[in-house]
Each structure stands twice: as C-alpha cells, then as structure tokens.
Nanobody, 124 residues
Framework: QIQLVESGGGVVQAGDSLRLSCAASVGTFRSYAMAWFRQAPGKEQELVAGISRSGVSTKYADSMKGRFTISRDNAKNTLSLQMSSLKPEDTAVYYC?????????????????WGQGTQVTVSS
C-alpha cells in the first residue's frame, strides 16, 4: 500500500508558476502509475495529468497542455507537477493519486491511493 503526501500549494497571481510535489512512502513507487487530479468548488474531480510507471508516457487534460508538466523521480519516490501561466480557473484542491494499473487513466475511479490534497488559489 502506498501513502501519498502533497505539498507546494499556495496563493499566487495569474501568470505565476507553482510547483507541487507528492512524496510516496513506499519502496515500490515505480510500480504505480501516478496522476494529479483537481477539484474546484462545485465541480467534479478532473484529471490534470498522469504519468506511467516508468515516466515515459504522460497524459494531460487539454486545458493543461503546454502549461503544466508532470514528472516523477522513482529513485526519490516523488511525483511533481510544474504549473506555469496559472489562471484563476486553475484554483482548486490538487490531489496526488496512485494506481496499480499499467496505463494512465482519466477516470479517478481507477486510482486507489490518494493524498490529502493541497490548495492552489490563483488570484486575478
């Protein structure tokens, strides 16, 4: 079982950048496909980006392509999300999630392991 702890959220202005991190407390981190989801007030949870076990394959929501970059360091058991050109509509709680699937899925139901979330607020 994997435990996930996010960090790096905060309040920024539109156009700023922010980097989120997720620390995994398991030695088999490389056995999990990982993803970042987000949930804004009154909205459904949505995939931000996902990354395969090896890090070779990535998947992004259309609205995040070109602005966000997901990466992982299997040696350090960490997952990262570099966010740039942030917009007020990026305001949400961001969650780190892990799945034992081989592939990266957009469906949050495919992910069994979740962090507690970190708040990102982008002011205009």
């Amino acid at each position: 079982q994997i435990q996930l702890v996010e960090s790096g959220g905060g309040v920024v202005q539109a156009g700023d950048s922010l980097r989120l991190s997720c620390a995994a407390s398991v030695g088999t981190f490389r056995s999990y496909a990982m993803a970042w989801f987000r949930q804004a007030p009154g909205k459904e949870q949505e995939l931000v980006a996902g990354i395969s076990r090896s890090g070779v394959s990535t998947k992004y929501a259309d609205s995040m392509k070109g602005r966000f970059t997901i990466s992982r360091d299997n040696a350090k058991n960490t997952l990262s999300l570099q966010m740039s050109s942030l917009k007020p509509e990026d305001t949400a709680v961001y969650y780190c999630a892990g799945s034992e699937d081989l592939l990266v899925y957009s469906d949050f139901n495919r992910y069994d392991y979740w962090g507690q979330g970190t708040q990102v607020t982008v002011s205009s």
